[in-house]
């Protein structure tokens, strides 16, 4: 019979996170990166990292998901870094968080070990930290006896503004973007929760708070936390890159690949006979049937927001602007493309270019070509549109002149 070794170090995983941001339907920590959620993917770093007691702070009634998250995770450390005895999966526990943050860091102390000396607190969200990270919080913790941050230097201009107005330029060379896991001698932590009286965004501000000082070392690019839908994409392109083996090797890995431009499609049709006028490419067109839909039924600019927000994996048109959204009854081209281009921007791209293809008997497109063109990017910000038209021979519902079709094809690159 083996057994594990109580180790003196304990690394809090807070995972209870409900995700409102990410809009995925459900606890942020179990989301898929690939076909394993971002959970799994964070437990990974963890246990490469120096044996540790690990708690797993979980949404309440989500105790045995993340349990099996945890177990598995621990089982394939096993087989990468076998421990000297025991096995990992006999390190781990779960607790249930609390409404916030430091509710939930606080449910993890009172599941602490006895032996436990040196704290660590990480944020599942910031999956894929590599176990480098967690070696040096936790050497600096050890040989400083301070609070240990993570942190990479400030890179963007920064401003700093009243209502939309810029008031001054702010010196970046003093700051820092703070990252996890932030490491802790365990009696220090666990006074500074003991004090606290108001509730801070991480962990060493609230030792700080409390008189302990805070030191720190270098974090990593990867270590980024994943928040909203472009956050998700990054880290799955990573994870597409990068073999999970390679996520368990204490070796460093190799500095995250440029992200390449994507491509999206979509189509689109709808049917003659709504109310009022023909909206079609952005533009009213006198004399025509109008198209029937939610908003104006313009198929063609519908078929360029869903090419836009495939090629970003931001879900399409009925998704994100569906019958469900009224503010959308009877929009035109110019509201869909312009919210759409904000998303994009959100999620990191921009558009490159757009090319889109109407199928219908009418209306004739030759004369106004270059219009539509211009009113499409336009309401892109500037990216080139380019339209073209052809009928189908009376063959289809577009050949009898019931409706219109259209197949768009869109070109994004990083911001």
């Known amino acids: 019979m083996t057994v594990t ?39 990974r770093g963890v246990f490469a990292a120096p044996t540790a007691q690990v708690v797993i702070v979980a949404p309440a009634d989500r105790e045995g998901d993340a349990l099996t998250e945890a177990y598995a995770a621990a089982d394939e450390a096993d087989a990468v870094h076998p421990l000297a005895s025991g096995r990992r999966r006999d390190l781990v526990g779960v607790v249930v968080g609390g409404s916030t943050r430091q509710r939930s860091v606080a449910a993890g102390l009172r599941a602490l070990w006895a032996d436990v000396d ?75 929760y003991a004090a606290a009286e108001q509730e801070f965004t991480d962990d060493t501000a609230l030792v700080a708070a409390h008189g302990v000082s805070v030191r720190t070392v270098d974090g990593d690019e990867r270590a980024f936390k994943i928040t909203t839908r472009g956050d998700l994409s990054r880290a799955q392109m990573l994870v597409t890159e990068q073999p999970a083996a390679r996520a368990m090797s204490r070796e460093p890995a190799p500095p995250a690949p440029a992200v390449l431009p ?90 490159g270019n757009v090319a889109v293809q109407v199928q219908a008997n009418r209306p004739r497109f030759a004369a106004r070509r270059a219009e539509a063109e211009a009113a499409l990017s336009t309401a892109l910000g500037g990216a080139p549109v380019s339209v073209s038209a052809t009928t189908t021979d009376g063959l289809g519902f577009t050949g009898r002149g019931d409706g219109v079709s259209a197949f768009a094809v869109a070109l994004l690159l990083p911001r």
């Open 5 to 43: 070794p109580t180790p003196r170090i304990a690394v809090i995983v807070v995972a209870a996170g409900s995700g409102t941001r990410l809009d995925a339907g459900g606890p942020k920590a179990l989301v898929g990166i690939d076909e394993h959620s971002i959970l799994r993917h964070a437990l």
């Open 262 to 351: 994507r491509v999206g499609v979509g189509t689109d049709v709808h049917a003659f006979g709504g109310d009022g006028e023909l909206w079609l490419a952005g533009l009213r067109w006198k004399d025509e049937p109008a198209l029937s839909g939610h908003s104006d039924g313009d198929a063609v600019s519908h078929a360029v927001v869903d090419a836009l927000l495939s090629a970003a994996g931001l879900g399409d048109i009925g998704s994100r602007f569906g019958t469900s959204r009224p503010e959308y009854a009877g929009a035109h081209a110019d509201v869909f493309l312009d919210a759409t281009r904000v998303l994009l921007h959100e999620a990191g791209w921009r558009v």
């Open 118 to 192: 040196v704290v660590l607190v990480h944020d599942a969200a910031r999956a894929l930290t590599p176990a480098a990270v967690f070696e040096r919080v936790i050497d600096a913790v050890d040989a400083s006896g301070a609070g240990v941050v993570p942190v990479l230097p400030v890179i963007d201009t920064l401003k700093r503004v009243e209502s939309d107005a810029v008031v001054e330029a702010v010196d970046r060379t003093s700051l820092t973007a703070a990252q996890t896991p932030q490491g802790f001698p365990r009696p220090l932590l666990e006074a500074a």
